[in-house]
């Protein structure tokens, strides 16, 4: 049985998943702010994803984001998503040589075509993917909703200006 | 495990917004407050003249009679006092250094302008209620 350390820093109010063959972990938070894992392994290679999730991802994406939208008085209590829906993600594989491995993976601030994690090692590490992309599919549905926001504000200020005559409040 | 994380981050963004609403409310319920102890006082200064004629009966000297005229100073005072923009400035104020106030609990939420702007229209909106403007 092979042991490896896998320690994450830098994940900040990021929303990452991260999963060791292919299995997720939960990680815990060490003293010093940053996620610690034992993984246990037969195999001689680990591999490691980490990568960002989007709300906007979600199944009932365009329900929910309309609920909130409502109960927050029309948006003007709720918080506004990032504009450009970065998507951090990070595949590698770690060859295990010796019985205790341990792996450094510092979490880089999302920059659109920039890597977004440094590896350090002592370990032989293949990098599959570390790339910071633009979530296409957070990007759309952000648009729609930014569209549908935009029809019931217009929406309501008709229903405010036919509901002020119709009453004689001015 | 990746619809769960996302149904988590939902269930954090509705707790954002349920603090958000409940912070305005907390203005609101201060404002209200406020407004209540400021139209105390209001009434303690109008009740300032009446005490200055009762001095005037209990003592009999006609000066004191002067309070009560038109162009008196204390009716201008009172007047200018009572009227509307003193409250809704104060009011207006209050809550908003509370607004502010509040934002060190909104950090990381970044909506302190709607907190403000929103105190401010709550304000105006208990004013009219109060009947302190007509509409």
């Given at each position: 049985?092979?042991?490896?350390?896998?320690?994450?820093?830098?994940?900040?109010?990021?929303?990452?998943?991260?999963?060791?063959?292919?299995?997720?972990?939960?990680?815990?938070?060490?003293?010093?702010?940053?996620?610690?894992?034992?993984?246990?392994?037969?195999?001689?290679?680990?591999?490691?994803?980490?990568?960002?999730?989007?709300?906007?991802?979600?199944?009932?994406?365009?329900?929910?984001?309309?609920?909130?939208?409502?109960?927050?008085?029309?948006?003007?209590?709720?918080?506004?998503?990032?504009?450009?829906?970065?998507?951090?993600?990070?595949?590698?594989?770690?060859?295990?040589?010796?019985?205790?491995?341990?792996?450094?993976?510092?979490?880089?601030?999302?920059?659109?075509?920039?890597?977004?994690?440094?590896?350090?090692?002592?370990?032989?590490?293949?990098?599959?993917?570390?790339?910071?992309?633009?979530?296409?599919?957070?990007?759309?549905?952000?648009?729609?909703?930014?569209?549908?926001?935009?029809?019931?504000?217009?929406?309501?200020?008709?229903?405010?200006?036919?509901?002020?005559?119709?009453?004689?409040?001015? | 495990?990746?619809?769960?994380?996302?149904?988590?981050?939902?269930?954090?963004?509705?707790?954002?917004?349920?603090?958000?609403?409940?912070?305005?409310?907390?203005?609101?319920?201060?404002?209200?407050?406020?407004?209540?102890?400021?139209?105390?006082?209001?009434?303690?200064?109008?009740?300032?003249?009446?005490?200055?004629?009762?001095?005037?009966?209990?003592?009999?000297?006609?000066?004191?009679?002067?309070?009560?005229?038109?162009?008196?100073?204390?009716?201008?005072?009172?007047?200018n006092f009572t009227s509307a923009l003193p409250v809704i400035a104060i009011t207006t104020i209050v809550t908003s250094v509370l607004s502010l106030l509040c934002l060190c609990f909104f950090k990381g939420h970044k909506s302190w302008w709607r907190i403000v702007l929103c105190s401010i229209i709550i304000v105006l909106a208990?004013?009219?209620?109060?009947?302190?403007?007509?509409?």
């Amino acid at each position: 049985m092979k042991n490896l350390k896998v320690k994450i820093t830098g994940v900040g109010k990021q929303n990452y998943l991260i999963s060791i063959d292919e299995k997720p972990v939960q990680l815990k938070k060490n003293s010093f702010g940053s996620y610690e894992h034992d993984a246990q392994t037969e195999k001689d290679s680990v591999n490691i994803k980490i990568k960002t999730v989007h709300e906007m991802n979600s199944k009932y994406w365009f329900l929910t984001n309309i609920f909130f939208f409502i109960i927050s008085i029309f948006g003007i209590f709720d918080y506004r998503f990032p504009k450009r829906c970065l998507s951090n993600s990070f595949e590698t594989n770690v060859k295990l040589a010796n019985e205790q491995s341990e792996i450094n993976i510092s979490l880089l601030p999302s920059q659109l075509g920039r890597p977004c994690a440094e590896v350090k090692s002592e370990c032989e590490v293949q990098e599959v993917k570390n790339a910071c992309e633009q979530d296409l599919v957070a990007l759309k549905r952000m648009k729609t909703l930014r569209i549908t926001k935009g029809i019931l504000w217009i929406a309501l200020i008709i229903a405010g200006i036919v509901l002020a005559f119709t009453t004689n409040i001015i | 495990m990746e619809q769960k994380r996302i149904a988590n981050m939902q269930l954090n963004h509705l707790g954002i917004i349920l603090s958000n609403l409940s912070f305005v409310g907390l203005i609101l319920i201060i404002s209200t407050i406020f407004f209540y102890l400021f139209y105390g006082l209001l009434v303690l200064i109008m009740i300032l003249p009446v005490l200055f004629t009762l001095g005037a009966v209990l003592f009999a000297n006609p000066d004191y009679f002067g309070w009560l005229s038109g162009d008196s100073a204390i009716l201008t005072f009172m007047n200018n006092f009572t009227s509307a923009l003193p409250v809704i400035a104060i009011t207006t104020i209050v809550t908003s250094v509370l607004s502010l106030l509040c934002l060190c609990f909104f950090k990381g939420h970044k909506s302190w302008w709607r907190i403000v702007l929103c105190s401010i229209i709550i304000v105006l909106a208990l004013l009219v209620a109060f009947g302190v403007i007509g509409v």
